[in-house]
């Protein structure tokens, strides 16, 4: 009986906000919360397609402003123009995007979503989704099948870019690794990510659009997925200063989500060691992206995160900065980019368990590890400068890479 009355109170919500939605702007703002409401007045101009034989727009959510640098990789192509878009939070972190819309206006107005579907229907040629997410918030209520089938209609090719958690399966992941944050976490938080990652393999199901992965662990939850990798502008974190110089080496870690990133079984290990002296531990969260290259020039080894068994924009961005990266990455990561690259992932293995060793031997054997370090930025400027991904993209755009 529960259920039903949760899925019947889930079904009046939707119907209730859809109904709002069909409201003259004036008028559905009124019906808003405070935090969501905007000023019908300020909803920006509808965005400008580029000049290009492809024009390509990628959105809207620029995760780790992975939507920017793409569009920039794609330019790569010949004949190629592209744009992302992003909604942008209260909890923005300041990424560069090329088109940008405050969250409550793409989220209610629907006169904003109606103009910038026909400015993207009539002038662009290629549309990339970003983690299943609606480009059009309520012109199309928020439903990326509708907003697919639209934009077909209109002779725009679509693709879908998967990020992570979107499309991440609990069940599947618990099954292969011991370390992974589902197990033993609160119930109620592991089911609603499966029944997210369910939901979006069910629209990539629909869509039946070529799916993109930004890390390779992402094809066991969608085999028929591409790696894209993601993107880095190794001059944003190219820094003069030695690594592991100090007599006591700086330890950065800033996880974006510390529950998905090991950070409490980690931080038992490194706040000992801090402790002894052997280290000094940083933790930061939630830097504006302006002031994270300062942050890894002035740190030695940055640990990543260790429970998913991947490497992320993180890594190759202390990578670019030749600090050592430590993390948990699974061989079948290891595998995959080198059968794409032919070369071997710089990041120095560790679990949870075997970190305190490592950090030890970090610091009797430092030549070893600043090799290792010294390898990052010939590793990013072979994967992660945008060439890779322009190469991987281009079939999609009918371009030649």
């Known amino acids: 009986m529960s259920r039903i009355v949760a899925s019947l109170t889930s079904k009046a919500r939707i119907a209730l906000r859809l109904a709002k939605a069909r409201l003259p702007d004036r008028l559905s703002v009124l019906t808003l919360a405070e935090q969501d409401r905007y000023d019908p007045a300020a909803i920006p101009d509808p965005i400008q397609p580029p000049e290009g034989n492809v024009r390509v727009m990628i959105g809207p959510a620029n995760f780790a402003g992975q939507g920017h640098a793409w569009a ?20 923005d972190y300041g ?37 299943e997410r609606a480009l059009f918030g309520a012109a199309n209520d928020k439903i990326v099948t509708r907003e697919a089938r639209w934009l077909r209609r209109h002779g725009v090719n679509v693709g879908m870019i998967c990020h992570g958690t979107d499309i991440r399966l609990p069940s599947r992941h618990r099954e292969i690794d011991p370390y992974s944050p589902f197990h033993d976490a609160d119930p109620d938080w592991v089911a609603s990510l499966e029944a ?48 592991l110089s100090r007599e006591v080496p700086v330890v950065l870690h800033a996880p974006t989500n510390p529950q998905v990133k090991g950070t409490h079984r980690i931080e038992p290990v490194v706040d000992a060691l801090h402790g002894e002296g052997l ?3 940083r933790r930061v ?67 949870p368990d075997t970190l305190d060793a490592v950090l030890r031997d970090v610091r009797k054997n430092r030549e ?4 290792i370090a010294a390898r990052g930025p010939e590793f990013v400027d072979a994967v992660h400068n945008g060439d890779l991904a322009a190469r991987v993209l281009a079939p999609f755009l009918g371009a030649t890479a």
């Not at 199901?205 to 880095?232: I, K, N, Q, Y």
């Not at 002035?298 to 050592?324: C, K, N, P, W």
Request: cysteine-free; hydrophobic content about 50%; proline content about 6%.
């Open 72 to 91: 920039r990789a794609a330019e790569r192509l010949d004949g190629v123009a592209a744009l992302n878009m992003q909604y942008r939070s209260r909890a």
């Open 368 to 371: 070893q590890y600043q090799e």
């Open 196 to 243: 997210r990652a369910r939901a979006n393999h069910a629209v990539l199901d629909r869509v039946g659009a070529p799916v993109f992965v930004s890390t390779p662990e992402m094809v066991l939850d969608r085999p028929d997925a591409t790696w894209l990798p993601v993107v880095v502008h190794a001059d944003r974190w190219v820094t003069s200063a030695p690594v």
């Open 279 to 281: 280290i000094d531990y």
């Open 95 to 131: 990424f560069p995007a090329d088109y940008a819309v405050p969250e409550s206006i793409w989220s209610f107005s629907r006169r904003w979503g109606v103009r910038q579907r026909a400015a993207v229907g009539a002038g662009f040629t290629h549309v990339l989704y970003e983690a």
């Open 285 to 351: 969260i939630k830097v504006p992206a302006a002031e994270m290259p300062a942050l890894y020039a002035d740190a030695d080894i940055v640990l990543e995160q260790f429970a998913l068994g991947m490497y992320s924009v993180t890594a190759v961005e202390a990578m670019a900065a030749g600090r050592l990266v430590i993390a948990h990455v699974h061989e079948q990561v290891r595998d995959h980019v080198r059968e794409i690259t032919g070369l071997e992932i710089p990041v120095v293995s560790a679990t």
